[in-house]
Every structure is written in C-alpha cells, then in structure tokens.
C-alpha cells in the first residue's frame, strides 16, 4: 500500500486542521491506520489509531478530546479532524499503516508510511 498524507499548514492556537491520508494500492480496511507525529528533536509519537474495522480507536492523553480519527472507506483514505490546536502540536505529521497488528501505539510496529505533512500552530 502507498500512503500520501495532505491537510498541513499554519493555524493560530484554538484553531483546526484536517489532515487526509489517501492510500492507494489495496483497501484501508485491510489495515490498521494511525497517525504519528515528530517534533524537531523528538521522538515519533502517536497521535491516533484507528483498528481495522475502524470501531475501535486510541488516543494518547494528550490529543485526547481534540483529535478524531476516521476512515472514508469509498475515498479509500484516514483522516484526522484536530481542534482546539496548541503551540505544543506544532510537528510533522504521519500516516501509516500495518497489517500485522490489531492495533498498536508503537511506530516500530508499522510497516507503511506516507510522507509527512507539516503542521504548525502560532501562538
């Protein structure tokens, strides 16, 4: 599966953004979807999971809330609706996919990224 991640771009804190991941090459529900994301000097972090039927999701405490991550099964994509953005979200943005697990938070555990997609938010 090719994953190309879009959606980036320059907000002011409280505002939105809403990220897509377009896959391409087999079905998304034939995977677990997440999105990570990477600060400068940080370590890939989870942001959101989506299992594979797309009823069961996760998110770390600190997105919790203010980001939702969906499935479009006819656009054959992920996307991930952020509010209530913070400075602290500023990062590069990635989509991945596996089809091993069922489901997980680890990076190490994909094995299909797209390319990242900035995400900056003023204060």
């Known amino acids: 599966v090719q994953l190309q991640a879009s959606g980036g771009g320059v907000v002011q804190a409280g505002g939105s953004l809403r990220l897509s991941c377009a896959a391409s090459g087999r079905a998304i529900s034939d995977y677990v979807m997440g999105w990570f994301r990477q600060a400068p000097g940080k370590e890939r972090e989870v942001v959101a999971v989506?299992?594979?039927?797309?009823?069961?999701?996760y998110y770390p405490d600190s997105v919790k809330g203010r980001f939702t991550i969906s499935r479009d099964n006819v656009k054959n994509a992920v996307n991930l609706q952020m509010n209530n953005l913070k400075p602290e979200d500023t990062a590069l943005y990635y989509c991945?996919?596996?089809?091993?697990?069922?489901?997980?938070?680890?990076?190490?555990?994909?094995?299909?990224w797209g390319q990242g997609t900035l995400v900056t938010v003023s204060s």
């Open positions: 989506s299992s594979w039927s797309g009823q069961a999701t």
């Open positions: 991945a996919a596996d089809d091993t697990v069922q489901t997980s938070a680890r990076p190490q555990d994909y094995d299909y």
